[in-house]
T-cell receptor, first 112, second 111 residues
Framework: GESVGLHLPTLSVQEGDNSIINCAYS??????FIWYKQESGKGPQFIID?????DKRQGQRVTVLLNKTVKHLSLQIAATQPGDSAVYFC???????????FGGGTRLMVKP | DAGVIQSPRHEVTEMGQEVTLRCKPI?????LFWYRQTMMRGLELLIY????????DSGMPEDRFSAKMPNASFSTLKIQPSEPRDSAVYFC?????????FGPGTRLLVL
């Protein structure tokens, strides 16, 4: 029979377009957030992080926006490339230690 | 730095056999995490250590799973006896000041 698994939201974009991946986090006390990229057959790879005292942080082709009022995090990828195709996870730090709570992930597909 | 190192990268075993997964964290990191990832359940935290001491093992599925960290540069996750439902990718991650860095994972298949 057909296997049932997690249904990952999928974002399909054209190469060269900008991508926006959204994440709603759960704990208003979270003070540190990370975006990870996971390519097929590999472990999650750190992309960019942001602390709760910031609203925006930019990296190379990526920008993370944090809206604490509505507990929303987004990852913007400029000029999306085929190599950006992957599953993207947001994660929040919810305690004083280093434990992270991960979101379910969004699959980004880049059409050439 | 070589990053987090895991071995083996792939493991195929038969039901009932003992499986040992190994992890070398990034030097200087004081936290180590073991995760399991499946299509059905996504990424699950199994256990984590701080300065070699287990802090939270509430994610360990059952007594068949055990983890140790005898020193700051080595950890093992053991499954005994293994069952087909343990088939998954097991990731080790280490961190210092919040950012976790993941290893490449061990893909386990229990027949």
């Amino acid at each position: 029979g057909e296997s049932v698994g997690l249904h990952l939201p999928t974002l399909s974009v054209q190469e060269g377009d900008n991508s926006i991946i959204n994440c709603a986090y759960s704990n208003s006390a979270s003070d540190y957030f990370i975006w990870y990229k996971q390519e097929s057959g590999k472990g999650p790879q750190f992309i960019i992080d942001i602390r709760s005292n910031m609203d925006k942080r930019q990296g190379q082709r990526v920008t993370v926006l944090l809206n604490k009022t509505v507990k929303h995090l987004s990852l913007q990828i400029a000029a999306t490339q085929p190599g950006d195709s992957a599953v993207y996870f947001c994660a929040e730090n919810t305690d004083a230690g280093n434990m992270l709570t991960f979101g379910g992930g969004t699959r980004l597909m880049v059409k050439p | 730095d070589a990053g987090v190192i895991q071995s083996p990268r792939h493991e195929v075993t038969e039901m009932g056999q003992e499986v040992t997964l190994r992890c070398k964290p990034i030097s200087g990191h004081d936290y180590l995490f073991w995760y399991r990832q499946t299509m059905m359940r996504g990424l699950e935290l199994l256990i984590y250590f701080n300065n070699n001491v287990p802090i939270d093992d509430s994610g360990m599925p059952e007594d068949r799973f055990s983890a140790k960290m005898p020193n700051a540069s080595f950890s093992t996750l053991k499954i005994q006896p293994s069952e087909p439902r343990d088939s998954a990718v097991y990731f080790c991650a280490s961190s210092y000041r919040g950012t976790q860095y993941f290893g490449p994972g061990t893909r386990l298949l229990v027949l």
